[in-house]
């Protein structure tokens, strides 16, 4: 890349940065209610996410080969587990991963 580039890139970067920080306190100003779609998207959008990542993550086990998902199997189990005694997401997502890393690891 010329100098020019990079500048033009950097100076992108920044302003796409710049817009999405900025952009929400425009749309939604502090003294104006909040659209309706907006705290739909807000109440629904978490548990999509969480249930997106579930199907990514388990997309490609198969039950016929291998270890047959048993440590997958134990990682569900384990956010499961997480989610329903303590009712926070980073915790189950974060303890089920680093579950999954030491059996995948260490046991299988």
Not at 4 to 15: E, F, G, K, R
Not at 55 to 82: C, E, F, M, R
Request: aromatic share 10%; proline share 6%; hydrophobic share 55%.
């Amino acid at each position: 890349m010329t100098l020019t580039q990079q500048i033009v890139t950097i100076a992108m970067v920044v302003l796409g940065t710049l817009l999405t920080r900025f952009l929400p306190f425009l749309v939604f100003p502090p003294g104006k209610e909040t659209p309706g779609y907006v705290r739909y998207l807000g109440k629904v959008l978490p548990a999509a996410v969480f249930g997106m990542l579930v199907v990514y993550s388990l997309k490609d086990v198969s039950v016929l080969t291998g270890n047959h998902g048993i440590p997958q199997l134990l990682a569900v189990l384990l956010v499961i587990a997480l989610h329903k005694w303590k009712r926070q997401m980073l915790l189950s997502i974060a303890g089920g991963t680093v579950f999954y890393m030491i059996l995948v690891q260490v046991v299988f």
